[in-house]
């Protein structure tokens, strides 16, 4: 199997292990960095006994992956279609304008990120890799970084620019950019987008990606009681 057939679950149980929750077999990201948690590829009634011990009740997951049928009790918000898309042949480029951004800059990204929903990015999902960004006159106005990190890959994530900025080719250059990161490591970049979203997956296309699976993103409410 690929790493990237159950990215989150390689994630966390590899390079990221060092942020895995973990109840029986189901991990999951700390909730201030990433919203996702991961199941084996085939999961059974205690598996999601072990998702709603160790998220709570009321909480809600998302999970990445095939289709998903809860138990009875469960509430299932929303199943998003998704395409992840594999960068080996990504042309990258590292970029002069970038600016390799830190916690100080978190507020303004939180901000962009809300006024853009590229997708979740929370108070702590910066300690996930490299964010770089874009400024003009001081504001932040374009970003992208790095999210999963399964054994020999990196997910470009959070690639997002102010509306007022659009049409300049940042989102490019900053993917070009991650992703030279990336490669400097010895790694290779992927990336996740809405299937709906097919500026960007046009974008990314141009830029070298190429489909490598279709997937969906479930958000699923634990049971209260």
Not at 69 to 86: A, C, D, K, N, R
Not at 105 to 116: A, G, I, Q, Y
Request: aromatic share 6%.
């Amino acid at each position: 199997m690929s790493p990237l057939d159950n990215p989150v679950l390689s994630s966390l149980s590899g390079p990221h292990a060092h942020f895995a929750e973990q109840k029986g077999q189901v991990l999951r990201y700390p909730v201030d960095v990433a919203p996702f948690l991961a199941l084996p590829d085939e999961p059974d009634e205690h598996v999601w006994r072990d998702i709603a011990d160790l998220a709570g009740p009321g909480a809600t997951v998302v999970i990445a992956g095939e289709a998903l049928t809860p138990p009875p009790g469960w509430t299932v918000h929303g199943g998003i279609p998704g395409v992840q898309l594999e960068g080996t042949n990504l042309s990258v480029a590292p970029e002069p304008e970038a600016v390799r951004l830190t916690e100080a800059d978190v507020p303004e990204m939180l901000d962009l990120v809300e006024r853009t929903r590229p997708g979740p990015f929370l108070r702590r999902t910066i300690a996930l890799g490299t964010y770089l960004g874009i400024r003009r006159s001081g504001a932040l106005i374009a970003m992208a970084g790095e999210r999963f990190h399964p054994p020999d890959w990196t997910e470009i994530s959070a690639v997002c620019t102010d509306p007022a900025f659009r049409g300049q080719g940042l989102a490019a250059r900053l993917v070009r950019a991650v992703g030279a990161g990336i490669r400097d490591r010895g790694e290779l970049p992927f990336l996740h987008a809405a299937a709906s979203n097919v500026n960007a997956i046009r974008l990314y296309e141009a830029l070298g990606f190429r489909l490598n699976r279709k997937l969906v993103f479930t958000a699923v409410e634990v049971p209260r009681d």
